[in-house]
């Protein structure tokens, strides 16, 4: 997580991704609000297939780099499940099918960007958590990245790739 930021910015962390982490950010990230907001717009136009001004789930999966079906499928509502393991002996693990599985992790990230709860994004909701973002990764407050707050924002968004299992 980056330091110096409040437990709300730690918590968002996960919506860095969603509003930094799609294939047109890999390269670099804007040094400015002004710039991200503007390189926002272009890739949520290029995003918004059905025109509509938001972007559904499958569209965003899409975005993200991921299979479509990872943000549409079915989930399960059991966060574990029980088995057996070689040795004989009972086996609790995650169910990757279900909450804390990948699928159900992109599902959290998914919802708190999605302020108004309508199951879709609109660019006005995918800026303001990458404001959110932005201002985490400028840690001397001057509303300019410089070339370390943008390596550590890029860092980050490789970590929580890895952590949700690639994309993009």
Not at 52 to 75: C, H, P, V, W
């Amino acid at each position: 997580m980056f330091h110096g930021t409040s437990r709300p910015a730690r918590c968002l962390a996960p919506a860095l991704l969603l509003a930094l982490g799609g294939p047109a950010m890999a390269q670099e990230l804007p040094m400015t609000r002004e710039g991200l907001d503007s390189v926002l717009a272009q890739y949520f136009a290029g995003a918004d297939r059905d025109h509509d001004g938001k972007l559904d789930r499958a569209e965003t999966a899409t975005a993200l780099g991921y299979a479509r079906q990872l943000l549409t499928e079915r989930r399960d509502a059991e966060p574990f499940v029980m088995d057996v393991a070689p040795d004989g002996s009972a086996r609790l693990s995650i169910n990757r099918k279900g909450p804390l599985g990948r699928a159900g992790m992109l599902d959290m990230v998914f919802a708190r960007a999605d302020a108004d709860g309508d199951g879709g994004l609109s660019l006005a909701e995918v800026q303001a958590v990458a404001h959110i973002a932005f201002d985490a990764a400028d840690r001397d407050r001057d509303g300019i990245l410089d070339d370390a707050e943008r390596a550590a924002a890029q860092r980050h968004v490789g970590l929580l790739r890895g952590l949700l299992g690639g994309g993009g």
